[in-house]
């Protein structure tokens, strides 16, 4: 367990390096100038040298990569167009992101689990196909659309919710004071639609899959009920896959951010990657994927790690 | 060379001086109406609220609550007093008399020190601020006493009037010289101290800014207990939020939903004529955008009233020159009557068979239609294209983001990746005096490498002459006379095809009062001549 951990966190190192490298290049080809973009129009050629030179974008591209990856590293890089350093910049945004991606999580949990199930057990029932027809809408549905949707019904025809925007936060977090919490939701549910409809799904087939293998035969000739069949023996054995879905899904989460968060007008990181790209603030978007890159890396190898809790047949050893 | 001093009788009679006196119009408000909250919601995200740093227009929309400028421009949109309350031209320098008892929110009081402070740290360039290049005309400003600047110009520059329009705008904010040493810049920039009629509270990044009433404000008493500038990046979203009655004020209104909006009696949408201008601009250093019969029949072969009326309904109206019809110097009958051409696809088709029998334009011609990655511009980039292909020119529609644009047109005339570039639909700003728009577009300052505003390279010594003459005069005749002929003889080469100016739509709920739309687009709540209230909820 312990040399696969090491090996596992050797990998992570160099994936992580080779990002670095990869996402530096992609910087650099990217269309456009940061140094004219931050320029805006109108300035002389004098300006946008002097701010090229400030911004080192005039050196070698070796010690352009050495100053963003050693910058990041000792925590002096500096934001491009925010004016502070870009770790104060990535930590001011990334409350709220997982704060609505927690609450994502748990909707997803709370919704698919239950619905997933029902839809197994009363496989070709009403109950199975509507489930299944909302999880195919859930997937379809562009996250955006559905946003706007939610805002225009329970913001402005019902006025029961706020349409957008985070609301009063205390210590950096807004589920702690009530209207706080009122402007999750909707952010909260846009982000969980896509995911809650995967993982209905997911759990749906693996039950299925699960159900009719001997272990639960054996459970019943046991003589046990039929909910604990399913819930101890069967709904035990399909969530094992689903955990894996959700850990991989942290990197969907950061993705989904994007979408969701400048729908909602939630300021978390994935409305701080679409404004740096748009600014063309390369020492943002260098930090911000690197960070997503090295978190959405490590929920992958502790997914791995909790599987020997999970699966008692998995061992590394 | 920039703008040599040309006719030094001119300056003359800069030498006599002019004295304005302070006039402000500060709106009285019954005392019931004052208190309660004002929240707008602002499309973008801040970069800044340090004045000195950028010049972006939502930035503007809190600097202008928080700081006060130097001067400012009236309903009428000339140039008046506010920090400043008078000023004597001279030769070569500006001297601006303060107004005495302005405290800053942290009770220093504000002197000549804070105003040279702020304009000196611009200009000089090791400090690397977006706006040196606005005040390239000033070399430095010298303090004489507690309440009196003097601006000293570079030598190529004399007083000019356009100078006194860049003092009028957010950017010519005057911070507090002590306190900015004191925090340093980074925390300046994220607890800014100004002296404008509301304090600063909080910034939550990406979230909303809170200001708060200050009560010292030496101008007037402002209305409003607190305000909240609430960041909201998505259009549709911000429309859904001014509906509930989430926000008072939105920055924008997209055109879509404009005809809804006005059914609602809550909401009332405020219009007003802007400074920016749409135009379709063409590359006059290479072929056969170089020829003016090319240039004729790309803009015979569209019908730029429907066009407009089509892409933009009623947030834009037709435009026949570069400068806005609310300016002065306007030229709008002239230029519509002899200079603007109707569609003609006859005569288009001709004139382009003509010139590919002639060898002017290839028989294996392709050409693109360049714009910015917006709606609205994209849109007519996709008439002309269709409306040149079916005139016999093989013509699409290339879509650049913002940076790739800017890096394309900011390259030298003689990059020869500029060779395929023919033609842009683009777009340009003015402020409160008709300098920019001319100066800008077709002034041979701007039409080389080291500039990046002139994207047709036009180079014209006689527009020149006239657009020098009319910046160095202080004869509103004279200067509009000159501004007029530059134009006209720019447009009759046809440089550009005009095609709108941007009417600024902002949507305020019923319950705010004393709201108005300047024409920069700038949101303003209380100052000079405005006063901002909100009926209690």
């Known amino acids: 367990m312990v040399q696969y951990a090491i090996r596992r966190i050797m990998q992570f190192l160099f994936v992580l390096f080779s990002l670095t490298v990869l996402i530096f290049i992609l910087l650099k080809t990217m269309p456009g100038d940061p140094a004219r973009v931050m320029a805006g129009v109108g300035p002389t050629q004098a300006t946008i ?30 934001a491009i167009t925010y004016h502070k350093t870009v770790w104060s910049v990535i930590l001011d945004r990334l409350p709220a992101t997982l704060e609505v991606g927690f609450f994502a999580m748990a909707i997803v949990m709370i919704i698919a689990i239950p619905a997933g199930l029902l839809s197994a057990v009363h496989r070709g029932s009403l109950v199975d196909y509507g489930v299944t027809t909302i999880a195919l809408l859930g997937i379809s549905v562009p996250v955006f659309w559905f946003g706007l949707m939610l805002m225009l019904l329970f913001g402005v025809i019902l006025k029961v919710l706020p349409v957008c925007g985070r609301g009063s936060v205390v210590w950096g977090l807004s589920f702690l004071t009530l209207d706080g919490l009122r402007h999750l939701i909707i952010p909260a549910i846009t982000l969980a639609s896509v995911q809650i409809a995967m993982n209905v799904r997911l759990l749906r087939s693996n039950m299925l899959e699960v159900m009719y293998r001997e272990f639960i035969n054996t459970a019943r000739a046991k003589g046990l009920s039929e909910g604990k069949v399913i819930v101890k ?19 969907s989460l950061y993705a989904g951010a994007v979408l969701t968060e400048t729908v909602t007008a939630w300021p978390g990181i994935g409305r701080l990657m679409y404004d740096a790209i748009i600014r063309q603030d390369e020492a943002v978007v260098f930090g911000l994927s690197l960070f997503v890159a090295a978190t959405s890396l490590i929920s992958y190898l502790v997914v791995d790690l909790l599987y020997v809790y999970i699966d008692p047949r998995i061992s590394y050893d | 060379m920039l703008r040599k001093v040309i006719v ?50 939502y930035g503007q ?48 009081e504000l002197t000549a020190e804070d105003v040279a402070f702020t304009l000196n740290w611009i200009v000089n360039p090791e400090n690397n601020s977006m706006l040196q290049w606005i005040f390239r005309w000033l070399k430095e400003v010298v303090v004489v006493d507690d309440y009196t600047v003097d601006f000293i110009n570079e030598p190529e520059f004399t007083p000019y009037m356009p100078q006194f329009v860049t003092l009028t705008m957010g950017f010519a904010s005057i911070v507090p010289k002590d306190t900015v040493l004191e925090m340093g810049n980074e925390a300046f920039n994220l607890h800014p101290i100004g002296s404008g009629p509301y304090k600063f509270v909080e910034w939550k990044s990406g979230d909303h ?145 003509g010139l590919k029998a002639e060898g002017v334009i290839p028989e294996d011609f392709k050409t693109e239609i360049i714009t910015p990655n917006d709606t609205c511009r ?39 990746t500029l060779k395929d570039v023919h033609q842009v639909v683009f777009s340009g700003g003015g402020d409160g005096d008709p300098h ?57 080469d046809y440089v550009h095809v005009p095609l709108a100016f941007l009417t600024i739509t902002q949507g305020v709920r019923a319950r705010v009062h004393g709201f108005t739309v300047n024409p920069d687009g700038a949101i303003g709540l209380c100052g000079p001549y405005m006063n901002v209230w909100v009926e209690k909820q």
């Open chain 1, 49 to 78: 040298e002097q701010i090229r030179a400030d911004l080192g974008l005039d050196r070698p591209l070796l010690v352009q990569y050495w100053r963003l990856v050693s910058g990041l590293f000792d925590g002096r890089l500096k």
């Open chain 1, 233 to 251: 023996h069967a709904l035990r054995n399909a969530l094992s896959p689903m955990v894996t879905n959700i850990g991989m899904e942290l990197r």
């Open chain 2, 8 to 57: 030094w009788g001119i300056v003359s009679v800069l030498m006599v001086g002019l004295v304005a006196i302070a006039e402000t119009n500060v709106p009285e408000t019954p005392e019931a109406n004052v208190g309660g909250t004002l929240t707008v919601g602002l499309q973008s995200t801040l970069s800044s609220l340090d004045p000195r740093l950028v010049n972006d227009t």
């Open chain 2, 61 to 108: 929309h809190v600097r202008n609550a928080i700081f006060d400028g130097l001067l400012t421009v009236g309903p009428d949109l000339q140039v008046r007093p506010y920090v400043a309350k008078s000023w004597e031209i001279f030769e070569g320098h500006t001297i601006f008399y303060l107004n005495e008892g302005i405290t800053f929110h942290n009770g220093e």
């Open chain 2, 209 to 353: 800014i809170t200001l708060e009433r200050n009560e010292e404000y030496w101008l007037t008493y402002p209305n409003l207990d607190r305000v909240i500038f609430r960041i909201i990046p998505e259009a549709s979203v911000m429309m859904l939020a001014l509906e509930s009655g989430e926000i008072d004020v939105s920055d924008t209104v997209t055109t879509q939903d404009i005809s809804r909006l006005r059914k609602n009696p809550e909401i009332e949408i405020l219009q007003s004529p802007s400074l920016r201008y749409v135009m379709l601009e063409f590359n006059m250093t290479t072929s056969p955008s170089d020829d003016i019969r090319y240039r004729k029949a790309v803009y015979m072969s569209v019908d730029v009233d429907a066009a407009v009326k089509a892409v933009y309904g009623d947030t834009a109206i037709r435009a026949y020159g570069t400068t806005p019809p609310i300016l002065w110097s306007n030229d709008v009958e002239y230029l519509r009557d002899y200079v603007a051409l109707e569609e003609n696809d006859e005569e288009a088709k001709r004139i382009f068979a």
């Open chain 2, 378 to 416: 994209r849109q007519l980039a996709t008439i002309f294209a269709t409306n040149l292909q079916q005139n016999g020119i093989d013509a699409e529609v290339r879509v650049l983001e913002w940076g790739p644009i800017l890096q394309l047109l900011g390259r030298s005339d003689a990059d020869p």
């Open chain 2, 436 to 492: 920019n728009m001319p100066y800008f577009q077709f002034h041979s300052d701007n039409a080389s490498l080291g500039s990046s505003n002139n994207f047709t390279w036009y180079r014209n010594p006689a527009v020149d002459t006239l657009i020098d003459k009319a910046d160095t005069s202080t004869d509103q005749e004279v200067r509009r006379l000159c501004y007029v002929h530059a134009v006209r003889i720019a447009l009759q």
